[in-house]
Every structure is written in C-alpha cells, then in structure tokens.
C-alpha cells in the first residue's frame, strides 16, 4: 500500500529530504579569476543542448566560486570518478580541510579558457558562460562547451545523503 499523500506547503527541509532520494553524477564546478581559484561540489549539473554543446550548473549564490564565475566567464565542470570519492568531500568541505587546500588533491590541469580541469575525471567540461539567471538562493549557468576530456570508468553517486556507485556485472 502507498504511503498516504499530504498536501500542504512544502518547506525548504522537505524539498532537501525529497530531493535526497534523486540520485546523481558527482562534479567538481571549478573556476580560476585573477590568480584566485576556487571550486564546489555539485549534483546540480545537466545537458542543455548537443548544437551547440550547452550544460547547465546550479551554483549557490553563497558559494565561494559564484561570484568568480560571475565575475571570469567562464567554469569547468569535472564529472568524478567512483574513486575520486576523497576529492568530493574536500571541495563539499566536509573533510575537515582548509578551503584553500581544495586543489592539493588531484592533478589540475587547463584545457581553453583557464578553468580548473581535474585529470583523471571521467569528463572534464571547460565552459564559457552562454546565460545565467538568479532562482532563489542559487544561480544557473549555461555554458557553451569549448573544450572537453573523458574516459570509461564508473562514477561517483551521490544519493541519499552519502556517496557510492553503480553495481555493474561483469
């Protein structure tokens, strides 16, 4: 038997405990301006279009790096692989480091416009900010896409509040 449906007004902490059961892709949104770099982690990340090459990321107007993508232009978007599990929770700021050591993990590298490009992510999109509009408490970026890196391998999925993977057969 369902569970039974209420309606009322749904709160912000109802939507965020919805929301925990809409597994996704972990990505690392990066940005460098003016000698700063600075980055998060996101599940808020989709495809717009394939002509011209566009996706989307939802960054929160709090966040250290929305207001250097504002400012710059331009994001990477570092889509993690299921062993990069370590590099998810140091740019969520959940693993106890300083902010500034958020680029001590990995081998960061550029493809076109100076974004952060993390090598060894299954997908790395180096973008140019095409639009962007203020939601709420959070930015939406459109990026046109002007360069890319990827290789096989299983992602890092983050679904009720924890991160795993998939279980592929052999």
Not at 5 to 32: N, P, Q
Not at 56 to 70: P, Y
Not at 105 to 110: A, E, M, P
């Amino acid at each position: 038997m369902p569970d039974k449906v209420v309606y009322r007004d749904v709160s912000g902490s109802d939507f965020k405990e919805g929301m925990r059961h809409l597994a996704a892709s972990v990505t690392v949104i990066t940005v460098a301006h003016n000698g700063k770099k600075d980055g998060l982690t996101a599940t808020a990340t989709c495809a717009v279009s394939a002509e011209p090459p566009q996706l989307l990321v939802c960054v929160n107007k709090e966040a250290g790096a929305h207001d250097l993508i504002q400012e710059e232009g331009v994001f990477g978007v570092n889509v993690l692989a299921r062993d990069q599990e370590d590099i998810a929770k140091r740019f969520a700021g959940i693993d106890g480091a300083d902010r500034i050591d958020r680029y001590s993990l990995g081998v960061w590298t550029k493809i076109a416009t100076g974004a952060p490009i993390l090598e060894g992510a299954l997908a790395s999109f180096d973008c140019q900010v095409a639009e962007s509009m203020t939601v709420g408490t959070h930015s939406i970026f459109i990026g046109r896409i002007v360069g890319i890196n990827f290789r096989p391998g299983p992602p890092l999925i983050y679904g009720d509040a924890q991160f795993t993977g998939l279980s592929i057969p052999l």
